[in-house]
């Protein structure tokens, strides 16, 4: 699949033989249902039957440690098919010496879209406004094949871990700025930001159209992925 980048920044791509054109912008308040809606639909029974991630998108975009500059969707031919959202996260060192970092996630792209390169886009793009904007390290949790060909590595490479001093086999890291992690040890730390209202959750999603609940194989590569640790 061909991509090409134009200067300002619309991109045009060749998908399955079909010419279509991209965009990627800021969300706007009018995208919010939309986005929610992607959310809901790219996170559904992927991880555990049903999903979350569309009532975090809901109430993070009010949050301190949420970042609108780096709030984006990807349009195709018009029609917004993916979204990528961050927030603040921290490094502590073992000093007690904290940096303030970043953490994407959710990452959605529509289903029917998804393998076809736009989640990278999506990733890469915001990596570099994100930098613009000053950050230089970016950690995330997640499956490691969707973010190695972006350039994010084992947390255990860069002495980023948790509590408890492990290093968990969905943590990666991503430097923005050659050498801002100088190899101490560092622990990680989310944003309250993600730490949602479970049974609020599920009455959010009850007032939705209703999807089936179910399980998947995806669910238990993710309690594997989940329950690992690099030694
Ligand atoms: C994860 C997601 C945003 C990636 O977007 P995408 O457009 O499908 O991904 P891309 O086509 O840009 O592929 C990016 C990389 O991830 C890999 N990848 C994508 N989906 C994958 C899958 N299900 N399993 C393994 N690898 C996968 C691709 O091979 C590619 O790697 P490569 O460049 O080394 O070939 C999208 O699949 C999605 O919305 N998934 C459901 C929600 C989710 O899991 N979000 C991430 C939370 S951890």
New binding site residues.
């Given amino acids: 699949m061909p991509l090409c980048f134009e200067k300002n920044m619309t991109i045009k791509i060749d998908v399955r033989g079909e010419n279509g054109m991209l965009d990627i912008r800021n969300e706007r308040k009018e995208d919010y249902s939309i986005v929610e809606e992607i959310t809901r639909k790219?996170?559904y029974n992927?991880?555990v039957p049903g999903c979350m991630?569309h009532y975090l998108v809901h109430v993070m975009r009010d949050h301190e440690d949420f970042i609108p500059e780096l709030d984006f969707v990807l349009e195709r031919d018009g029609q917004v098919i993916?979204n990528i959202m961050y927030t603040k996260a921290k490094l502590t060192d073992e000093d007690g010496t904290e940096k303030e970092i970043l953490t994407f996630?959710?990452?959605?792209?529509?289903?029917e879209?998804?393998?076809?390169?736009?989640?990278?886009?999506?990733?890469n793009h915001s990596c570099q406004k994100a930098a613009e904007l000053g950050f230089d390290v970016i950690v995330?949790?997640?499956?490691p094949?969707?973010?190695?060909?972006?350039g994010f590595q084992c947390c255990k490479k860069y002495n980023v871990c948790v509590e408890g001093g492990k290093y968990p086999a969905a943590m990666l890291v991503k430097e923005l700025k050659e050498g801002a992690l100088d190899g101490r040890k560092w622990y990680y730390s989310e944003s309250p930001a993600m730490n949602i209202d479970e049974q609020a959750a599920v009455e959010f999603d009850d007032q939705l159209e209703p999807m089936e609940k179910k399980w998947t194989p995806?669910q238990e590569a993710f309690y594997i992925m989940s329950n690992s640790f690099v030694e």
């Fill in positions: 790219a996170f992927v991880y991630e993916g996630g959710p990452v959605s792209v529509l289903p879209y998804q393998r076809n390169g736009y989640g990278k886009l999506l990733i995330i949790l997640g499956s094949a969707n973010y190695v060909s972006c995806s």
